[in-house]
């Protein structure tokens, strides 16, 4: 089995981008699952967070796509695409088109998005004329399949990418009607970092012919991440963040709680210390939001309060540290949130704050 990039049957355009890319050794999904569709096969992969996921489906999309170019079968019919890969969330679209980008500039391939809050009318201008990948939220996609204004008559591969974060009821009618909207001999690929509810209907229904690969790593914590458990006591949070935010850390630092009014209470305990902070929750301006994300990602800003929305799938390379200063009931949202630091190796930790409610989540810890 290959263990470095170089080692497997890329095209040298794919090639020199890796190499400039500074991309040597594979992670432990990226060495399985590679292979596996660069052979054309379906696949279920099941990895924790930060494993080198979308690398592992983008390179064998850009592979087979240049191939068929190279081979005289250009994309030219509008609104066509050859590959789409749905997402969740509008921010995880972003960082997925942003690990295809560098490899676009080589290829000469297309990458074009079509996300949950945008305007219509800038989605269908994303979508006009010839381009070969597209990225998607299920919502929006659905609604531009529907009327027409794309087309998966020509799709070649349609990856569903963090499918346990498909949370919406109408998820599954929407995933099948977008398998059976592909020719029949299109190739299939479902990542996840954990095996929801979701992901078993998905894996039941449409993926029974697929290849299902599970890393070791998959519903445990990375080996890089030191977790330190805070008791705390009379119910009194306040003085322990004061404790762990007087110590510096290397890189960002994510407080999670368990409601909106939490994190609004937990931004004015900030503000009453003097911290500089965003938040990142539901029922905010989208834009604002974005604002708040940027801001943190640029490391303007060092905290970020949230509540589960940035557990799942954000990749903000320099998260140094994770508080959860209420924690989740269930491992599944816990395994999530602590994916945000010590991700690709990096080396990172998490600071809970436990109560006797929290007992039965430690237990299982």
Known sequence: MANKFADLPLLPSLQATLTEQELVTLTEIQRRALPLLLDGRSVVGVAETGSGKTLAY????????????????RVEA????????????????????????????????????????????????????????????????????????????????????????????????????????????????????????????????????????????????VATLKTVNRDVMN?????????????????GTIIF???????????????????????????????????NLKAFRDGTVELLVSTDLASRGLDVPHVGRVINYHLPKEMENYLHRVGRTARAGRSGVVINFVTERDLPLMEKL
């Not at 027409?148 to 499918?163: I, M, N, Q, S």
């Not at 937990?266 to 938040?279: D, F, K, N, Q, T």
């Open 78 to 221: 509008d609104g066509s695409p050859r590959a789409v890969v749905i997402v969740p969330t509008r921010e995880l679209g972003e960082q997925v088109s942003k690990v295809f980008k560098p490899f676009t500039h080589t290829t000469r391939l297309r990458v074009r998005t079509v996300l949950g809050g945008t305007e219509l009318d800038v989605a269908k201008k994303n979508i006009s004329g010839a381009f070969e990948v597209l990225v998607a939220t299920p919502g929006r996609l659905i609604k531009l399949l529907n009327r027409g204004l794309v087309r998966f008559d020509d799709v070649r591969v349609l990856v569903f990418d963090e499918a346990d974060q498909m949370l919406d009821e109408g998820f599954l009618p929407n995933a099948t009607h977008f398998v059976n909207s592909c020719p029949p001999k299109r190739q299939l690929a479902l990542f996840s970092a954990t095996v929801s509810k979701t992901v078993e209907a998905l894996m039941k229904k449409l993926f029974t012919r697929a290849e299902v690969i599970r890393s070791e790593g998959s519903h445990k914590v």
């Open 235 to 251: 119910g009194e949070r306040l003085p322990l963040l004061k404790q762990v935010l007087a110590d510096k850390t290397k890189g």
């Open 58 to 73: 983008a390179l064998p999309i850009l592979h087979m796509l240049k191939t068929l170019e190279n081979n005289g079968s």
């Open 257 to 291: 709680a368990n409601t909106r009014e939490q994190c609004d209470a937990i931004g004015s305990l900030l503000a009453e210390m003097g911290r500089s902070y965003v938040l990142y929750r539901g029922e905010m301006d989208k834009v604002e939001r974005r604002a």
